[in-house]
């Protein structure tokens, strides 16, 4: 497994990494960065979710010399929610080091842009059209721009900015190494970057590496006029933190809104309508927190990178499989959890199957959480019960090294092979005699190595598993997994919507632990 030291990223790139919790590189990282800090030009094909921001944006920092004041690295984005997005990323990952990052974009005064700039920028973060304005009034020279990245170059394709695109590329000197990021390539961008790239490395990160894995998916077969109070009740019944709904258009996506907030619902619109400045404060709603519901189509959610979704509803079904998988890795984003539901008519009923071939993945009928519940296949016991014997057989053939004690149960580990994570489980003398806990234990395989911290389990069980808070009782996390005592009644449930899920990157496997 390659880490993020592996890829030579320096230490305050990677202290500022450690801190944001990134533990290993995505796969684009893994590719994409060695390729970059070795001075290739890149053509990424990723999506939003894939971790691609960083994926560009470290060899980028790296690159930079702080001591130079000219503007040493551009990224061009299509959308000023990206352009806001990236710079934040970016902001981020250079914690340690020197370098001014400004972002520019459309519908904010320019006038504070230029004086940015004056003040000096290592990195320009920006749209194309306010990039170009500015240059044309000189407030920005990219005879330095040595790393140009452009950052959904398909959206800028789509949006008409391509060959604007083409003339900042002719205004950036001839030896610099440029990155293009796109989630297709269509045959304009195919030639934009026989054009302007040099012998680039081109990296494919497909659908089915994006996090769907970690997404629990559903759909509701449900006639065209009943899908709005199809829609209400299981709003009521999957009670999402946060929830985006899908449309196709955008009139739906305003009618939807109005129907919702009649009812009283958290809820905001999305889409191309509503003018910039809109758009921008329903965002920053979205992501204070303020705003549970935002109904969305797809054009306005691309490339926003929204976490704590705990759930994407497709309310028309995705015109593409493509489209499918953009929309539902809202939720999931690495290392979360989520759940995506679909609607579909009758007649769309086809839809889904087509869906599961092209991402080779599976989408059952939604259920209510107790049906869920009801239908949760036993076998996780069984496996328990064939793990515990593997687990024998390896102690019995191997000498066990003690190493943690927890609470009222002694826990050994063996060092027999540390990736199959083998534990073993000793129960503590009288522990069965103790006073009878009102709580149940669960054993999680994972902790402090694998950098998972209280925090991050408390939230999995609140936000992956929707467990009240009060269902949660104590959670220790020991060197090499951890135990998290629930309300007995929410056990199973913490157990169904959590193992096999992924938290902070890594699969974590959950069962009840004995006794
Ligand atoms: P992006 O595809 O760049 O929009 O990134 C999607 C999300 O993944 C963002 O919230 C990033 O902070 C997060 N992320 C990116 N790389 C990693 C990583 N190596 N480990 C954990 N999270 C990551």
């Known amino acids: 497994m390659t880490t993020f030291k592996d890829l030579g990223l320096s230490p305050d790139i990677q202290q500022a990494l450690d801190e944001l919790g990134y533990e290993d590189p995505t796969p684009i990282q893994e590719q994409a960065i060695p390729a970059l800090l070795g001075g290739h030009d890149v053509i990424g094909q990723a999506q939003t979710g894939t971790g691609k921001t960083a994926a560009f944006g470290l060899p980028l920092l790296q690159y930079l010399d702080p001591a130079n004041e000219e503007v040493q690295a551009i990224v061009m984005t299509p959308t000023r929610e990206l352009c806001i997005q990236v710079t934040q990323a970016l902001r981020t990952y250079a914690e340690h080091l020197d370098i001014e990052i400004v972002a520019v974009f459309g519908g904010a005064p320019i006038r504070s842009q230029q004086s940015q700039l004056r003040s000096g920028a290592h990195v320009v973060v920006a749209t194309v059209g306010r990039m170009m304005d500015l240059m044309s009034r000189r407030s920005l020279v990219l005879t330095s721009a040595r790393y140009v990245v452009l950052d959904e170059a398909d959206e800028m394709l789509d949006l008409g900015f391509i060959e604007d695109v083409e003339k900042i590329l002719r205004m950036c000197p001839s030896g610099r190494q440029t990155a293009l990021f796109s989630a297709t390539m269509p045959p304009p961008i195919q030639k934009l970057a026989e054009g302007y790239m040099y012998d680039p490395t081109t990296i494919s990160i497909t659908p089915k590496t994006l996090t769907v894995d970690a997404i629990s998916q559903a759909f509701v077969e449900v006639p065209a006029k009943e899908k709005a109070a199809r829609l209400i009740e299981l709003l009521k019944t999957e009670e999402p933190e946060q929830a985006i709904i899908f449309t196709r258009t955008k009139i739906g996506a305003s009618k939807l809104e109005r129907l919702l907030k009649d009812k009283g619902l958290d809820v905001k619109a999305l889409h191309g309508d509503l003018s910039q400045g809109v758009r921008d404060g329903v965002m920053i709603a979205f992501k204070d927190h303020r705003v549970r519901l935002l109904v969305a189509t797809d054009i306005a959610a691309r490339g926003l990178d929204i976490e704590h979704v705990t759930h994407v509803i497709n309310y028309d079904v995705p015109n593409s499989s493509e489209t499918y998988v953009h929309r539902i890795g809202r939720t999931g984003r690495v290392g979360r959890t989520g759940r995506a539901i679909t609607f579909v008519t009758p007649d769309q009923r086809d839809e889904i199957g087509r869906i599961e071939r092209d991402v080779k993945t599976s989408i059952g009928e939604w259920e209510t959480p107790e049906e869920r519940l009801e239908h949760a296949p036993p076998p996780r016991r069984r496996e328990r019960s064939e793990r515990r014997r593997e687990v024998e057989k390896v102690e019995q053939a191997a000498p066990v090294a003690p190493v943690e004690t927890s609470g009222n149960g002694a826990v050994a580990e063996t060092d027999v092979d540390a990736d199959a994570e083998v534990e073993i489980e000793v129960e503590a003398p009288g522990a069965e005699d103790g006073p009878k806990r009102d709580t149940v234990k669960l054993f999680v395989n994972r902790g402090e190595r694998s950098g998972i ?61 004995k006794s």
Do not use: C, M, N, Y
């Not at 609140?462 to 009240?468: D, T």
């Not at 938290?503 to 959950?510: D, Q």
């Open 453 to 513: 911290e209280e925090e991050d389990l408390r939230w999995a069980l609140r936000e992956g598993a929707v467990l009240p808070e009060e269902a949660i009782h104590d959670v220790r996390v020991l060197h090499r997994f951890s135990f998290v005592e629930v309300a007995p009644d929410q056990a199973e449930r913490a157990v169904e919507f959590l193992d096999g899920t992924k938290l902070k990157g890594k699969e974590i496997r959950l069962e009840i632990a």
